[in-house]
């Protein structure tokens, strides 16, 4: 089939179509915010409630923070940690940090990429409960990851904010594409992301424009 004839079915989301000159420009642009101190928001966050016991039959409720980062998002969040610790960088150093990041963001440009943490129990002895994760591609078939959380728990203490999320917290990672063909297309307008807690799964939709 030529190019001309492609469907929108058969091309990846515009989302995951970048160059490296856009990365540049978002790490730029977050540089700045970053070396001002200022706010930024940074991909979209969903979470959901984990309940768990410890050996006393005690239970709490914990939260399953989940963080999907396209890859302008990706170029965002290395830019505005760059620009924090900016202060005394030669421009030949700021450089080569940036290329170096956006070099990994554009060789990990075939990934869906979610950061994952879990809250911190009050009890260390509670049971955490198995959690599964998967998406559904364009005919709503089952996606399964190929980079897995680790410890949900990011050791042992609890990850603040949005840019301490994006860059500590775990790596969940799904392919893009199934062979030559993308998982997410031009057509869809949003992943749902598949957690399965203790054998009941949930849904969160996160947007693809």
């Known amino acids: 089939m030529s190019a001309t004839n492609l469907s929108t079915d058969d091309v990846v989301n515009p989302a995951f179509v970048v160059t490296a000159d856009q990365l540049r420009q978002a790490f730029d642009d977050a540089e700045l915010r970053g070396e001002k101190k200022q706010a930024i928001s940074i991909g979209e966050l969903k979470s959901v409630g984990i309940s768990v016991q410890n050996q006393l039959g005690k239970t709490e409720t914990l939260k399953l923070s989940i963080l999907f980062l396209k890859p302008l998002e990706q170029a965002r969040v290395k830019g ?72 949900l728990v990011a050791a042992g203490k609890d990850l603040i904010g949005i840019v301490g999320l994006a860059e500590e917290g775990e790596q969940l990672a799904f392919p893009l594409f199934a062979g030559t063909a993308p998982n997410l297309t031009a057509t869809m307008q949003k992943v749902s992301l598949i957690v399965e807690i203790n054998g009941k799964e949930q849904s969160l939709d996160y947007t693809l424009e």
């Open 80 to 151: 505005y940690l760059f620009g924090t610790h900016a202060l005394g960088k030669s421009g030949s150093d700021r450089k080569a940090i940036e290329d170096g990041d956006i070099a990994t963001i554009v060789s990990n440009s075939k990934r869906v990429a979610f950061r994952v943490s879990l809250q911190s129990p009050r009890d260390e002895d509670s049971a955490i409960p198995p959690i599964a994760f998967s998406f559904t591609d364009k005919n709503g078939v089952r996606v399964s990851p190929i980079i897995r959380p680790g410890s």
